[in-house]
């Protein structure tokens, strides 16, 4: 392993890569006042070739990626003359920019024009969360759920993106777990982009990641924001957000406070039967109140001593409580012939916390240095009371249970970056990871007067090390070259006899590549490689169980290994449209299925390795921009097989994935939204799955220029029910999920404090955030 490492650096080493850098810049007046809107154009020096183009917002403008050179920078905003500069590019740089008012007065200019919030470039995707549609959204949750491709599981407790699966979640450059996703404020986000073909220096846990980027500048002195949300669903909820920073010139603090009261309401309904044991089970299960309460909290703190250099502290915080009586009616066939009501009064709390501290130097003109330290806790306690009423007799209390589940992390990066020369670059770094996890379990099955304890210990270590190159080939193609080799080691047992239930150690090698081909200015060719692996949740590999009705429980799966997914993809884009295409294959993929548990004789649902994943989707992007009209348009075809020996194969058919979303800005702050997604019927194996067409609406209107206020319509014609067929493990299955998507929802924003603006950076270092909770 350490030859394997040593020969990656070298060779590396040894390599050239692409160089690009960041410029920012701030606008005021000649009183020092921000200059609210305006437009911030590069070209080349001596010519009028537009290299790259920005929209000024609140003062503040950054064009990235740009290549070292020599160019000019004209800066315009309406009322004041253009302000231009000439300047030579040899690493990132930044602006500080005070306009001249124009001579010329002009009376009543109203100016009246749509910016597209989202843009593509080489199969990726990148979403400006300031949008007024966007960040009247109340949580990330919800935000991701309107944009293309991704896809919100019923629970709300996961997302994955069509044909990839679930992504991983960076903040800047390292990644946050759900949770601190979800305790983001809206108002913190500047920019989400959905890269679909990571390279080397992400984990290789996922084929696609999720980029958050908070807004780079919050404003000197203070400033804030505070929310107000009120949704009708199935139930009332309630989003209650505040935000405020403080800055001087080398110091950020930061913080959120967000306070969620929700009545969340769910429900699924199966058929199953297992022929070899003459059994059939009809349920449906319902959650009529979820009574959740939701505070989120984060504080952040940024010193920075010079241009490049800083410390930085974030910490995030989470607390949850759950009061969910859950109803199920059974119909149970094991001979005789059963109706069962269930009654299950659940008393849940969860809480998360994650504090992570950075440390960046760049160490000379070619050297860049970051290392970070992050630890991360989860805690869930379920108290459980059951009791059933069998043909209307009477309601008979049957079990009770405390369950208890807590995990630990403790995570350190370190990456360097090193500039060969002017046009290559090399990277590298590595990640030491160590989690552990105990699941306790009592039962008192009091039917029987029986008593069941079971305490459940997990241990995982990840250790990794990456490399990677870049550079250009010739003046039009670029390349991306990169390795990463991990060692995982997992050791789970029962504390009471010490017996191990899971043991195993493995080394895996990721690579990637890319090649980028400019086959003209306006049209670019991308090829990608890439081997992957998808992990199980801690919480999915332990021994926490729910029970659903007397011969059906929910259940963790303590024998679940990784999925690994070799992945190869080709993008052709002509300026913003983008035709796309790609082609997978995994090795144990996990799904949820119901199957039967001999020993104990009942049906567990829950996460399985499957033996083989098999897909190819082909699709194009269409955005459009006219006026006061944008759109963001995709359709693809999508063919997707998964195998397995326990399972009655079926036919695989295509089926079509569309998306479409328009905004009208009909007053200069005012903006309508429609949108719709659907997919068709999916055959795919293994699972049969219906298709979906759901249908949104909103209208967004900045008022007294510091109130901003949005009314939503979602899932207008209440159509996210999915539902699933499938036989599997001997249990032959027919069920949906029902998803409590259809809402109204009206928004309210203050935004106060004033106009200044200075940086804060902070990254978080756990790469097993994602699997946390």
Known sequence: ??????????????????????????????????????????????????????????????????????????????????????????????????????????????????????????????????????????????????????????????????????PLIYLGNQRISMEEFVGLPIDGIATIELINNPSAKYEAEGRAVLLISLKKNTQLGFRGSVSETVSSKQNFNNYLDFNSSYASNDWTFRGNLAYNQLLQWESNSFLFEIPARDVAVDYTVLVPRNDRLQLNAGFGTYFQWNETDYVSLNTTLRLQTDDAPIVTDTFLRDGAEQFIKTDTGNDQTKNYYSASFNFNKKLSDSWNLFTGVQSTGFSQTLSTEIANNIDNSEFVMDQKREQEYDIHSLALRLDLEKALSQDYKWESGINLSQAKADAFTEIQDLANAEETIIDFSYEEKLYAAYSSVSGKLSKKIDFELGMRIEYNKVDGSTVHDGSPIVSRGQTNLFPKANVSVALDSSQTLNLNYGRSIRRPDFSRASSITVFINPFLEGAGNVNLIPTRTNEVSLNYQKKNKTLFMTYYQSADPMNFTISYDETNDRAILSQVNLDKEIGVYAGVTLPFSKGIWTSNNTISLNYNKLKDDDAGFSTVKPFVYTYTNHQLKIAKDTTLVLGAWGMGRRQEGIFKRNGLAVFEASISKTLFSNWDCTLRFNDITRAMNFEERYAINRVIADGVYYADGREVALSLKYRFGNKKSTDFKNRDVDSNLERIN
């Open 1 to 166: 392993m350490r030859r394997i490492i040593a020969l990656l650096f070298f060779v590396a080493y040894h390599s050239n890569a692409q160089n690009t850098h960041q410029i920012t810049g701030q606008v005021f007046d000649q009183d020092d006042t921000v200059v609210t809107v305006g437009d911030a154009l590069l070209f080349i020096e001596g010519s009028e070739t537009l290299v790259k183009y920005a929209t000024i917002l609140e003062g503040h403008f950054t064009l990235e990626d740009v290549p070292i050179g020599d160019y000019q920078l004209q800066v315009s905003a309406l009322g004041f003359e253009t302000y231009k500069e000439t300047f030579s590019l040899t690493g990132d740089h930044q602006f500080f920019i005070n306009l001249k008012e124009a001579t010329t007065q002009l009376s009543e200019v109203e100016v009246v024009a749509a910016k597209n919030p989202i843009e593509y470039k080489s199969g990726n995707l990148k979403v400006d969360v300031q949008n007024p549609y966007f960040s009247s959204i109340p949580n990330p949750i919800d935000l991701l759920s309107r944009l293309p491709n991704v896809q919100v599981a019923p629970d709300r407790e996961s997302i994955s993106i069509l044909g990839k699966g679930n």
